[in-house]
């Protein structure tokens, strides 16, 4: 009955409703209830969708910026957004991709956290009265006054827990064996319960939210269906992991939050300037306000130039999330830290060809023959001497302290190849802030 999407070139010029044929193009769909019908309808009615998010923090980290970009480039092409707030939901926990119960928040600590929340949302998202006008809600507005055994009666029939348990979130804590608990298993039933609110008072026809939000999406689908005899749709959007594989927004730091006062708009800049090569195409679509034909550009520049686009990436992203004065302040902090004090040139060579750097730093010389095919750089860092170890490399590596080039290595198998060189035919390695080294491609 409901739709996994194949992403394909034909599913993105079948699409005809500007929304969707941009999501598409921006990779952000991934599951749809009824992808035709919902074409059709953005075609011919004024939609207004939803998106929850549960207060635990003052911050959302950037793995909540998928939702957030999608609800901005839904607002711009019509669609009214309601952000729903879990003042509710929050005091149960979902159950989606968790491990354990989260922690129990109280009252006055939730609505701090909206507080803050609903500032972060203003940066992105348009607030007011007008008809595309973004609105925020407080699901406990109508969970909190609700009867217990009045709710049961009326919807605990539209619920089986055959279905329930099939949904992959509930699946996974129970494959694991860890403990789910009856409250937990409680929340997708209340996040039903929203989209019937919402549905009834706010004329919502739409849910949107991450691929692990799927089966909680698909209970509300349902329940609108089996109630009001009414079609709504649900819509996810994919998780998002680096090329490495790594969840999007955790580094070995911890979490990359959105709020200045969680993390500088200086590490938040840096975070985006360190993206892996492989991923700044797709990030500057699904992050950043850019063009498409612009990001195409991008995208086939050789990667010599590459360097530069991660720059603009962490730009774009930088100046939505802090201004463009932080952006400002970010690319002078980096220069100075990343490439003033470390820049390293040749500036002659030795009777016997060993070259002379600018800088007083350890150099290796390789045969370039051998960066044809590619070193890998765990070995060269050791060889070099800025670790004892390859192990010790490899841990460097791992835990983001590694940089070829004043890039972050995020592969701890990554190869230096001949590509990396500069004109000079050096390449610049980094253990840290302050230790370098130089590796020399000699013929």
Known sequence: MWEHINKTEQFMTNLQSPFLKEASQRRFIYQCTNLEGLDKRLLTEDVTFYVGFDATAKSLHVGSLVQIMLIRLAQKHGLRPIILMGGGTTKLGDPADKTEMRKILTDKEIKTNIASLQKTFAKYIRFGAGPTDAIMVNNDEWLKNLNYLKFLREYGPYFTINRMVSFESVKQRLDREQPLTFLEFNYMILQAYDFLELSKHLNCTL?????????????????????????????????????????????????????????????????????????????????????????????????????????????EVTALTHGMEAVGVARAAAKQLFEQQTEIKVVGHAPDGTPKLSSELPLLMVEITLLQD?????????????????????????????????TVI??????????????????????????????????
Request: aromatic fraction near 8%.
């Open 374 to 406: 590619g070193l890998p750089l765990f070995e060269l860092f050791t060889q070099v001497g800025l670790t004892k170890s390859n192990g010790e490399a490899r841990r460097l590596i791992k835990g983001n302290g590694a940089r070829l080039n004043d």
């Open 207 to 315: 849910q949107i939210g991450g691929s692990d939000q799927w089966g909680n999406i698909v209970n509300g689908v349902e329940l609108l269906r089996r109630v009001k005899h009414s079609e709504v749709m649900g819509l996810t959007t994919p998780l998002i992991t680096t090329s490495s594989g790594a969840k999007m927004g955790k580094t070995a730091q911890g979490a990359v939050w959105l709020n200045d006062d969680a993390l500088s708009p200086f590490d938040f800049w840096q975070f985006w300037r360190n993206t892996d090569d492989k991923d700044v195409g797709r990030f500057l679509r699904l992050f950043t306000d850019m063009p498409l034909d612009k990001i195409e550009t991008f995208e086939n520049l050789p990667d010599a130039e590459i360097n530069e686009t991660k720059k603009i990436l962490a730009d």
């Open 410 to 443: 995020s592969d701890e198998l990554g190869l230096a190849t001949a590509k990396d060189l500069n004109k000079d035919g050096i390449l610049k390695l980094s253990a840290g802030k302050k230790r370098h080294a130089v590796v020399y491609g000699k013929d």
